[in-house]
């Protein structure tokens, strides 16, 4: 059992920056790791991953403006958010252990979230 813990999350004006981190309890190597989030009435969204061989993928919702990376030798997963908008409120996930990259089912792995709050 892989164990996924969030934090960075809070409260961010429109346009200011935020940045979300995802400590796993082991390396996951070999497999998709990624971001999604969830809105009140809304579907539950993929919004970045990196595949097993390193490239990551976006939401065009959020391309150019989120980032995603890791630390293996801490087993963090982190999401920069830049220019971070109203419709980007959301109560953030982290994921591992997917087949593919902005696919929800495909992720056996997820966080417990850290929600995002935006001003404006």
């Known amino acids: 059992q892989v164990q996924l813990v969030e934090s960075g999350g809070g409260s961010v004006q429109a346009g200011g920056s935020l940045r979300l981190s995802c400590t796993m309890s082991?390396?996951?190597?070999?497999?998709?790791v990624g971001w999604f989030r969830q809105a009140p009435g809304k579907e539950r969204e993929g919004v970045a991953c990196i595949k097993p061989r390193g490239n990551t993928g976006y939401a065009g919702t959020v391309e150019g403006r989120f980032t995603i990376a890791r630390d293996n030798s801490k087993n963090t997963l982190y999401l920069q958010m830049y220019d971070v908008k109203p419709e980007d409120a959301a109560t953030y996930y982290c994921?591992?252990?997917?087949?593919?990259?902005?696919?929800?089912?495909?992720?056996?792995?997820w966080g417990q979230g850290t929600q995002v709050t935006v001003s404006s």
């Open positions: 994921v591992a252990g997917g087949t593919s990259c902005l696919g929800g089912r495909n992720y056996p792995h």
């Open positions: 082991r390396t996951m190597y070999g497999t998709y």
